[in-house]
């Protein structure tokens, strides 16, 4: 690929992921928003990031497939603990990484 | 408070973020550049898109010499999320100047994205702390992809249980989320959707459809139990 075709790639890229983060910010953040919709929003949070989870936990291989009991699904009952006991985010990374590295040795 | 403070706890709220950028960052750039792209291409992507799962799957795109439009269309379709999180965030950032917004909108991530909204709702929480944890982590992923272009083939990949950092930090930001029994439905709903919608739609734009169903779903059981009209709850 030429250097020039890489950049409007990238340039092509920034725009399509830009536009998405900014439009909502420039239309909501200068009008009250309607009461539904703040509570609508209110509960995308939790949607997005169980999704992200989910998928992440119980998903593997390439074309996809469902694999409920693994190193990941397993490793992330304590993790769960340790998010729920401390609310620390960085302790959570640190011993859901470890937890992992040893399930994996174990599996 | 001063600026300076504001900022210092911008950095203590935002060093969980970069660890796990980090090693994000490092598989990011050994793969970029196994890839064949040099370090100027794999600092550009970096600073232009910022957004870690869509540029691994561009590299893969671009090492399986896919049409320039289909990656940017793949692209789109990927970070369409952070839509929806912008949406969520624009209730804290009423009537801050366009100017600000616009570098705001930047740094919206999966990660800054939970962090600051959490901080927010607690109260207390100010939009210059809000763009320091947006630039830190910035920073630590433009560094961190540069860096595994050079240190990368050095780490094995999958050591220290780097892989699982991603999915510790998702966790850990769900808990935060989970402030009563709907939302823990709505989570529910929606993971469980995620993995039936994924199994059956190829790409990835399963995440969008399943939080979208599992919101609604989240709200429509909200009103449903509450049966009242006129109040703004959860703020």
Redesign the interface.
Known sequence: ?QET??????????L???I???????????R??P??L??????????????????????SGS????ELISA?SL??IP??FV??RT????W??????????MA?KIL | MNRFDLILRGIKAAWPICIGYLPLGFAFGVLAQKAGLDLLDIALMSVLVYAGSSQFIAVAMLSSAAAPLSIILTTFIVNLRHFLMSSSLAVYLHGESRRFLSLFAYGVTDESFAINLVRFREGGWDRYQALAVNQLTNFTWIGSTILGRFAGQFVLAGSYGIDYALSAMFLCLLTFQLRGRIYLLTAIISGAAAVAISLVVSGNSFVIMASLLGATAGFALKRYARRRRGLCAGN
């Open positions: 690929m075709d890489y950049l409007l790639l990238v340039i092509g890229m920034g399509v992921t830009y998405p983060r900014y439009l909502p910010l420039f239309l909501l953040a200068q009250e928003l009461c539904w703040i509570e609508w929003l209110d509960m995308i949070p939790a949607a997005i990031l169980s999704a992200l989870v989910f998928s992440e936990l119980f998903l074309p996809r497939h469902l990941k490793a992330a993790t769960l998010a729920l609310g620390s985010l960085g959570t990374v640190i011993s859901g990484m470890a937890v992992f590295w994996e």
